[in-house]
Nanobody, 124 residues
């Protein structure tokens, strides 16, 4: 397993932007497919985005497509989530996750390792 630590969450106004980071431990980061999920109070943990090992392929939930961008820097063992045009409904705890399988993962159950989460609050 890989140890993940998210950062960058904060309070932001609607329409604003935020970049989340997720730093991974170890020297095998490039062998993991990465994902971002979010969980609002009282709701299930939802898929946001996923990115392949090389960073060449990514996939997004419909609710964030065109507004969010997932990227990774394998030299820095870090995956990012750039969030633009934020809406109040984006308010949630955001988690990054890693999976050792090659294929992109869209379900939380597909991931092996999780960070502790970072709070994003979007005010209207």
């Amino acid at each position: 397993q890989v140890h993940l630590v998210e950062s960058g969450g904060k309070l932001v106004q609607a329409g604003g932007s935020l970049r989340l980071s997720c730093a991974a431990s170890g020297h095998t980061f490039s062998t993991y497919t990465m994902g971002w999920f979010r969980q609002a109070p009282g709701k299930e943990r939802d898929f946001v985005a996923t990115i392949s090992r090389s960073g060449g392929t990514s996939y997004y939930a419909d609710s964030v497509k065109g507004r969010f961008t997932i990227s990774r820097d394998n030299a820095k063992n870090t995956v990012y989530l750039q969030m633009n045009s934020l809406k109040p409904e984006d308010t949630a705890v955001y988690y990054c996750a890693a999976r050792s399988a090659y294929a992109l993962g869209y379900r939380a159950s597909a991931y092996d390792s999780w960070g502790q989460g970072t709070q994003v609050t979007v005010s209207s």
